[in-house]
């Protein structure tokens, strides 16, 4: 099993930038892809961003292009989601998560994650 936690969440303001943080623990995440997916109250969960086993290559949601960053850090366990330019439309819970054992490339699909985490909540006022 991976448990994953994330951090980072809270207020801001539209234009500023916030960085959440999620941890693993349990089993490695080194040999799997990861991601972060979102939801807002009334809608969907959507997919933001994913990453491949080794950090490379990436994929993002077309609203967060060129605005949002994944990275990860295998040797400790983390993947980040550095966002800017944060608009109020990007308010939602964030979520990360994992595939499964030696699932190394990096989706799009909800479905294909296997491990996820509690969220934390990201709001942008306008």
């Known amino acids: 099993q991976v448990q994953l936690i994330e951090s980072g969440g809270g207020l801001v303001q539209a234009g500023d930038s916030l960085s959440v943080s999620c941890v693993a623990s349990?089993?490695?995440?080194?040999?799997?892809?990861m991601g972060w997916f979102r939801q807002a109250p009334g809608k969907e969960r959507e997919f933001v961003a994913a990453?491949?086993?080794?950090?490379?290559?990436?994929q993002y949601a077309d609203s967060v292009k060129g605005r949002f960053t994944i990275s990860r850090d295998n040797a400790k366990n983390t993947m980040n989601l550095q966002m800017n330019s944060l608009k109020p439309e990007d308010t939602a819970v964030y979520y990360c998560?994992?595939?499964?054992?030696?699932?190394?490339?990096?989706?799009?699909?909800?479905?294909?994650?296997?491990?996820w985490g509690r969220g934390t909540q990201v709001t942008v006022s306008s």
């Open positions: 998560t994992a595939r499964g054992d030696f699932q190394t490339y990096d989706s799009p699909a909800p479905g294909d994650y296997l491990f």
């Open positions: 349990g089993r490695t995440v080194s040999n799997r892809a």
């Open positions: 990453i491949s086993w080794s950090g490379g290559s990436t």
